[in-house]
Nanobody, 120 residues
Framework: QVQLVESGGGLVQAGGSLRLSCAAS????????MGWYRQAPGKQRELVAA????????HADSVKGRFTISRDNAKNTVYLQMNSLKAAEDTAVYYC?????????????WGQGTQVTVSS
């Protein structure tokens, strides 16, 4: 069984910063892509950023220049550094995911979600 545990969400003022972390644990052979999605009330879940096991990154246009995804393969952890936060745009529940190879199969796993609230 693989688990993803997120941390780092909370309440911050517009213009501020937060750093999200997501650690994977369990019987893991390999973690391929990792990333972050977010979902605001009444909206569809959207990709925020992703990173391959080789370190290639993708960021949504809405967060380019403000958010940075990174990972520590030794710790099976992915991070999302969020700067210059915007109230309406960035307030959401943030979910991390990882495509994990185990002895049984390869599939996506998801964290439980962490709330990020940006006050104006």
């Amino acid at each position: 069984q693989v688990q993803l545990v997120e941390s780092g969400g909370g309440l911050v003022q517009a213009g501020g910063s937060l750093r999200l972390s997501c650690a994977a644990s369990g019987i893991i052979l390999k973690i391929n892509a990792m990333g972050w999605y977010r979902q605001a009330p009444g909206k569809q879940r959207e990709l925020v950023a992703a990173i391959t096991d080789g370190g290639t990154t993708t960021h949504a246009d809405s967060v380019k220049g403000r958010f940075t995804i990174s990972r520590d393969n030794a710790k099976n952890t992915v991070y999302l550094q969020m700067n210059s936060l915007k109230a309406a745009e960035d307030t959401a529940v943030y979910y991390c995911y990882a495509h994990v190879d185990t002895k049984a199969s390869g599939r996506d796993y998801w964290g439980q979600g962490t709330q990020v609230t940006v006050s104006s």
